[in-house]
Nanobody
Framework: QLVESGGGLVQPGGSLRLSCVAS????????MGWYRQAPGKQRELVAA???????NYADSVKGRFTISRDNAKNTVYLQVNILRPEDTAVYYC?????????WGQGTQVTVSL
C-alpha cells in the first residue's frame, strides 16, 4: 500500500514537499516514481528514483523537482519548487514501472493565484 500526502494550494513560484509512505518490508528493493495526472490528460511519470538512489526527471520538471527516498522510513519524497499553473494535477507515487495494484488516492497540487 502507498499513501501520498503533502499536496495543497500554492501560488505560482511556491513550493511543496510531497511524501509517499509504503507498507511492507521490501520498499528498499523497489525502483519508485512520482506520477501526475492533470484534468483531461493522461497520467505521466515526472520523477523516478532507483533502488540505488539514481534519479531521472521529465523535461518539464527538471531543475524544479527533486525526488529522494528514505528507506529506513519506507518513504519517497518529491520536493516541488518554482511551481507553475501547469503543474496542477493529482500526484501519485508507485513503483517504476507502475503496478496497477499500488495506485493510491494521490495528493492534489493546485497552483493558482
Amino acid at each position: 500500500q502507498l499513501v501520498e500526502s503533502g499536496g495543497g494550494l500554492v501560488q505560482p513560484g511556491g513550493s511543496l514537499r510531497l511524501s509517499c509512505v509504503a507498507s511492507g518490508n521490501a520498499f528498499r528493493f523497489y525502483h519508485m516514481g512520482w506520477y501526475r495526472q492533470a484534468p483531461g490528460k493522461q497520467r505521466e511519470l515526472v520523477a523516478a528514483i532507483t533502488s540505488g538512489g539514481s534519479t531521472n526527471y521529465a523535461d518539464s520538471v527538471k531543475g524544479r523537482f527533486t525526488i529522494s527516498r528514505d528507506n529506513a522510513k519506507n518513504t519517497v519524497y518529491l520536493q516541488v519548487n518554482i511551481l507553475r499553473p501547469e503543474d496542477t494535477a493529482v500526484y501519485y507515487c508507485n513503483t517504476n514501472p507502475p503496478d496497477r495494484e499500488y495506485w493510491g488516492q494521490g495528493t492534489q497540487v493546485t497552483v493558482s493565484l
